[in-house]
């Protein structure tokens, strides 16, 4: 019984000393939120509002398309915006479009169309193709391949697209990288937003339910936004960190915290049994 209570003053100990080191570096990161680009990153929706279908962009095969090339009188589309090189959300924001995707009847091509556009317009062709072709590898649907689309272009295109979408993102010299929120929009036929999806994960029901009112011409309601950022910014490096290390950091404190509940749990039921054995001693 010593050497339980022995480890267990070791553990609450630890636990308190990686409580404590969390803390430290939440307060040492206070000035950096408070300087950080990323108050002027935001995802707005424009509900109800068209798009621009005659802004001209090139397709995966260095083609000229115009937006509109993609839209057809009974056919939606879900539209993101992304960097191809983006090295955190983005790949997640398109995973999660095919993770959604996959568990539904509907198919590319035949009922939709998936318009990625990248937002950086460093970014051309080539790159476009590559990522076409393992997202198609990954969605697996034999077929559908005429329903995608991974698209470049030039700023002055890309600028009038990400402003009218209200997606609003930051750009870093030093670092070449973007801050950005992370989500899709579903379209009507007629190029109207139609629905907003925030974040990662799209569940499928919800993805289904937006491609079937955006096909009636149907305008969604207003979502609340829980906007995940993609970085953020750190004066001292001149850097983005992501931020999805402020999750694990939280995660970590959780853990803490069932740690140190379990120790407290443990400690009031060992004293508890030890009176009860020396009530039954005496």
């Not at 553990?11 to 969390?22: E, M, N, Q």
């Not at 680009?37 to 424009?46: L, N």
């Not at 960190?241 to 749990?265: E, K, P």
Request: with cysteine.
């Amino acid at each position: 019984m010593r050497n339980q209570r022995r480890g267990l003053r070791v553990i609450f100990v630890l636990s308190l000393f990686a409580a404590g080191l969390v803390a430290t570096q939440a307060r040492a990161e206070r000035p950096i939120l408070q300087k950080s680009p990323t108050k002027d990153v935001s995802f707005e929706q424009h509900l109800g509002e068209p798009v621009n279908l005659g802004l001209q962009f090139k397709d995966e095969n260095g083609q000229e398309i115009k937006l509109g090339d993609y839209f057809h009188e009974d056919k939606p589309v879900i539209l993101a915006l992304v960097y191809y090189e983006c090295p955190m959300l983005c790949t997640m924001v398109l995973n999660g479009v095919v993770r959604s995707l996959k568990p539904l009847s509907l198919s590319p091509a035949k009922d939709f169309e998936v318009v990625i556009v990248s937002f950086n317009p460093k970014e051309g062709p080539e790159l476009a193709k590559k990522k076409r072709e393992g997202y198609l590898e990954t969605y697996d649907r034999p077929g559908t391949e005429a329903g995608w689309h991974f698209l470049t272009g030039e700023p002055a295109a890309i600028d009038s697209l990400t402003s009218e979408c209200g997606f609003h993102y930051v750009y870093d010299e030093a670092s070449g990288q973007y801050a950005h929120a992370t989500g899709i929009m579903v379209l009507t036929p007629k190029g109207v937003l139609s629905r907003y999806l925030y974040g990662i994960d799209y569940a499928p029901k919800d993805l289904r339910l937006s491609l079937a009112e955006a096909s009636d011409g149907k305008v969604g309601g207003l979502v609340a936004q829980a906007l995940l950022l993609c970085f953020k910014y750190n004066p001292a490096t001149g850097k983005y960190g992501a931020t999805i290390m402020f999750f694990i950091r939280l995660a970590g404190i959780l853990t803490i915290l069932v740690i140190v509940g379990f120790i407290l749990y443990s400690r009031r039921r060992d004293r508890r049994a030890h009176h009860q054995q020396a009530g039954g001693v005496a």
